[in-house]
């Protein structure tokens, strides 16, 4: 049941991110475009609020900082994920420009100083580069 949830939930944030982004996307992955990432990060042992709180006090600015574009946060509706899950978007310019900006991130000292708020060991993520579609919208 959470995998159908899950597969709802990435159907339904597709067509928010089409709909209302208003992103421009002017080329795709294989020739050097822009792509997206869509992460969902579930956790255990009730770090959920540590998690949100990481996020908006830190990582936000982080990401901003190693040029990853923030499309937006989400929490899930379902009540069977609604307490430990976190859904984001972030955009980057191309496959290596994610690559390059996840190595920087994961050196930053302010991520380093603040990454054990929530135990890795409590946390899984899932994550997936799209290219938006020749039909997109967002074209």
């Not at 822009?34 to 600015?61: M, P, Q, S, W």
């Not at 040029?67 to 191309?94: K, Q, R």
């Not at 060991?121 to 580069?129: G, K, Q």
Request: proline share 3%.
């Amino acid at each position: 049941m959470k995998k159908i949830n899950k597969t709802i939930c990435f159907s339904l944030l597709s067509l928010i991110i089409g709909l209302g982004a208003g992103i421009v996307v002017t080329s795709s992955a294989q020739d050097g475009g822009k792509v997206f990432e869509l992460r969902i990060y579930t956790v255990t042992g009730g770090h959920l609020d540590n998690l949100n709180a990481r996020f908006r006090d830190h990582t936000t600015g982080i990401f901003r900082k190693h040029g990853m574009g923030v499309v937006g946060y989400w929490s899930p509706t379902s009540e069977e994920e609604a307490d430990d899950t976190l859904i984001y978007l972030l955009e980057h310019e191309s496959q290596d420009a994610a690559n390059a900006a996840w190595d920087a991130f994961g050196e930053d000292p302010e991520w380093l100083a603040v990454a054990g708020d929530v135990p890795r060991s409590a946390l899984t993520i899932e994550r997936r580069y799209m290219t938006a579609t020749d039909y997109s919208p967002m074209k």
